[in-house]
């Protein structure tokens, strides 16, 4: 399927998983009104029959290889290597995120299309967004979800660009160096690639963790974007389930192949 605008909303779906993942964000993002197209970027890792669901909630699927990265570098973003050496102490990565993978995020700049919003597959759009596509290459939201310190980082979930076979050639460049080593992965190199990235409002990436954390920044009525960062909301062995089930509970309806979502205006508010 070729590109049908000039616009897109991306994801990026590595296995299993994220599949199950993207269904529910192309779900949320046909009913938020958008006349963007919606694609879905996949590795080998994932199957037809995985991908088929995401192909009939309307998704142009765009097929990508990994990386071409050294063995070196590949070692170093090694799952048990990364996380050994930059241990996750907030919150779990659940068994099936493999770091390696993130780094496919940056061939979304090889894709058809003159302005993209990219989206993480554990996302969900509850207002629409396409405001966005007319802001400027590099936006992303701060990575708040613990205190006002984490405003100085970014937070790779969801940002705008322009892809640029030209800027891709400069990331791959820059990226896979000697002793490379990017702790957060796509995220760390981006806010690296990208130092003057252009500061989205967190309502366009509210981590899940403020739920709980900050409770006085959650306001349903100003958010578009929900992240569910860490712990993802179809795990079955969900270790933060009794904090975050009202989340939890959002997240499924959207991901149910058809039925009613609730409106947010109806949804609770945090404790706290």
């Avoid at 930059?86 to 940056?106: C, I, M, R, V, Y």
């Avoid at 759009?125 to 939201?141: G, I, K």
């Amino acid at each position: 399927m070729s590109a049908g605008a000039d616009r897109a909303y991306v994801t990026l779906v590595t296995n299993a998983d994220f599949a199950r993942g993207a269904a529910a964000l192309i779900r949320s993002l046909s009913l938020s009104g958008t006349s963007a197209d919606l694609v879905v970027m996949h590795t080998g890792g994932v199957t037809a029959s995985d991908l088929a669901p995401l192909e009939a909630r309307g998704a142009r699927l765009v097929s990508v290889d990994l990386l071409d990265t050294s063995a070196a570098f590949n070692a170093a973003h090694d799952r048990t290597r990364l996380h050994r050496d930059a241990p996750f102490t907030k919150g779990s990565k659940p068994g099936f995120h493999t770091p390696l993978d993130n780094f496919a995020k940056l061939r979304l700049w090889q894709l058809d299309y003159d302005r993209v919003i990219y989206l993480d597959a554990d996302t969900l759009v509850l207002r629409n967004c396409d405001r966005l596509f007319d802001y400027p290459e590099f936006c992303a939201a701060p990575n708040v979800y613990e205190t006002l310190g984490d405003f100085h980082r970014m937070n790779s979930g969801v940002f705008t660009a322009r892809p640029d076979t030209a800027t891709f050639a400069d990331m791959m460049a820059r990226l896979d160096v000697p002793d490379a080593f990017w702790p957060r992965t796509d995220q760390s190199f981006l806010q690296a690639f990208f130092p003057d990235w252009h500061g989205l409002p967190v309502i366009y990436n509210m981590l899940q963790y403020v739920w709980f954390n900050m409770p006085a920044l959650w306001k349903w009525a100003d958010i578009h974007v929900l992240h569910y960062q860490y712990e993802k909301p179809w795990q079955a062995d969900h270790p933060r389930r009794a904090q975050l089930e009202p989340l939890i509970a959002l997240w499924q309806t959207y991901a149910a192949a058809d039925g009613p979502v609730p409106a947010l205006s109806d949804l609770l508010s945090p404790p706290g």
